[in-house]
């Protein structure tokens, strides 16, 4: 991979956008990058994925504006399917994914973070959708992933005015979960990573597939969904040892995600 380094941690890895010279602006390349990450991942063992961007500056500034700037409408839809696509597969991962934003994360760094399932910050981060400032919308699923994370009038405000926002207006609007200082960001994301890597890996995917499918249908659907996956739970060993312990009052094994 040209674009996208891949480290695995023990259980979980990092996977950091490297493309500083053009502050990470996701080219073709890049996000078909983004994807033969994804085929790298052994589902067996990493149970966590953190997401960051190369240098000091950025995290992703964007889809590459170069690139784009002589597109045809067929082409422009053909640029917004392949990063939706990879974004679709990066926000329907079986296991838990953290953005690390690292600096700018713009139009379609913004879009990347919030493909993930938590989003932490830097004190030196940028979020925005500066999309129609250059004549287009934003197009890798920022209108309706930016309208799920901080709501439909607050979305429509960032995306409309195109106004930039600072770390803690991020933190304050729920865009992201947590800032840190600059120095202190990997190390926030590799210990929430490792926190969420000892719990059990089978239980934590159920419960992300219950909360992204159940947030696409009605409450009486979205709860038959959470009934299943728990319901699924029952059949691992990892649940069984778990309860056993509880139950003879003694530590659990080691989760073994079975
Ligand atoms: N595409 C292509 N190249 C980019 C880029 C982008 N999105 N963002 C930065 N770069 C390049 C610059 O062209 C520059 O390259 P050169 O050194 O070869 O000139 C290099 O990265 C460094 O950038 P700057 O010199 O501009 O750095 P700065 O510190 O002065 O400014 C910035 C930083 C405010 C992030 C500025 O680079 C910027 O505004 N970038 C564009 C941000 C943007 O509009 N992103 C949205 C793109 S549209 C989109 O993403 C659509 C979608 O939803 C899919």
């Known amino acids: 991979m040209a674009f996208v380094d891949y480290e ?24 078909t990058d ?6 790298k991942i052994d589902m067996d063992t990493i149970r966590c994925l ?22 045809t409408k067929a082409e422009g839809e053909a640029f917004g399917k392949l990063g939706n696509d990879v974004f679709r597969r990066l926000e329907t991962l079986p296991i838990p994914t953290i953005a690390a934003v690292n600096g700018f994360a713009l139009g379609g760094g913004c879009e990347l973070a919030m493909s993930c399932d938590i989003r932490l910050a830097s004190d030196t981060a940028v979020f925005g959708q500066p ?10 699923g920022g209108t309706q992933r930016m309208a799920r994370l901080v709501g439909p009038g607050k979305a429509k405000e960032l995306i409309y005015t195109a106004r930039n926002i600072k770390a803690p207006e991020a933190l304050e609007i729920g865009l992201v979960q947590a800032v ?14 490792s926190r969420i890597a000892g719990n059990a890996p089978i239980a934590v995917r159920a419960c ?3 909360i992204n499918d159940g947030l696409q249908v009605g409450m009486d659907e979205a709860i038959v969904i ?27 094994d080691p989760f073994v995600n079975r």
């Open 8 to 31: 695995v941690k023990g259980q979980y890895a990092v996977a950091t956008i490297n493309r500083p010279k053009a502050l990470n602006a996701l080219n073709d390349q890049v996000i």
């Open 34 to 39: 983004l994807a033969e990450m994804m085929d």
């Open 50 to 71: 953190i997401i960051t961007g190369s240098g000091e500056k950025a995290f992703v500034a964007g889809a590459d504006i170069g690139q784009m700037s002589t597109l």
């Open 131 to 140: 999309e129609v400032g250059l004549g287009i919308t934003p197009g890798f």
């Open 180 to 193: 840190y200082p600059a120095a202190e960001l990997m190390a926030a994301a590799e210990k929430m990573a």
């Open 208 to 210: 992300k597939k219950a």
């Open 226 to 252: 959470e009934e299943q996956q728990f319901g699924g739970c029952f059949e691992s060993e990892d649940q069984k040892n778990a309860m056993a312990a509880f139950m003879e009052k003694r530590p659990h």
